[in-house]
């Protein structure tokens, strides 16, 4: 649908979340390219979002920001399958986890050893041994805490797409190239059977971005 645009930055996990959830509804979309990180960006992101982040999804006259309110809003503006759960206790859990993505999983799985470990080797960039470190080490917990809730078969089931996967695999996509993260993840099999299946769903491979030259994929 040429009406629905969304801004973002491609390799930025929540744009890739937000466009993971439009895939699963099968959705035609134009995008609008910003690196927030950018300065010269920085004036053009804030007409869009008030604090300059990304992703920014707009549609027939309505824009709305913050990734979690883009794919509640991509879930129930357009038609495809539901990626919201009909009952409390599987959509609390639901909810569960993609409170966990947000405080617990971005900053340490992900600014703290996937662009240390990955990203920054692939652009010639300085590495921060400390900061994988620190990553790790609160990695555990909170894989723990992920594992429990698979392990529960109430979410992030294979076979079963929901919102919080499409919150959750870009974040642990991305974790997983880190060997300490691929190796983390395997000893936790819920989890692992998981990650496996989310990998593989169509709407994951349509909406990954595409990586500096020489990742791991």
């Excluded at 134009?30 to 604090?51: Q, S, V, W, Y």
């Excluded at 900061?131 to 089931?157: H, K, M, N, S, Y």
Aim: proline share 7%; with cysteine; charged share 25%.
């Amino acid at each position: 649908m040429s009406d629905v645009t969304l801004t973002g930055y491609h390799l930025s996990v929540y744009t890739w979340a937000a466009r993971m959830a439009l895939a699963a509804k099968g959705m035609r979309f134009g995008t609008r390219e910003i690196d927030p990180f950018e300065p010269e960006n920085r004036e053009a992101m804030r007409k869009l979002h008030p604090f300059g982040k990304v992703p920014v999804l707009e549609h027939d006259g309505f824009r709305v920001y913050e990734t979690q309110a883009i794919m509640d809003y991509v879930d129930g503006a357009f038609d495809g399958p539901a990626l919201t759960p009909v009952t409390p206790k599987h959509r609390a859990r639901m909810r569960q986890v993609m409170g966990i993505v947000d405080s617990y999983v971005f900053q340490p799985l992900v600014l703290g050893v996937f662009v240390h470990r990955v990203y920054r080797p692939l652009v010639g960039e300085s590495v921060d041994e400390a900061a994988i470190a620190a990553g790790l080490e609160t990695a555990g917990p909170v894989l723990d805490a992920l594992e429990e809730i698979a392990a529960e078969e109430q979410t992030l089931v294979p076979g079963r797409l929901c919102l919080d996967t499409c919150l959750l695999w870009p974040m642990l996509g991305y974790f997983r190239m880190a060997p300490e993260g691929a190796e983390m993840m395997s000893a936790r099999p819920a989890l692992a059977a998981w990650a496996a299946w989310a990998e593989r769903c169509d709407a994951a491979r349509e909406s990954r971005p595409e990586l500096p030259e020489g990742a791991d994929r």
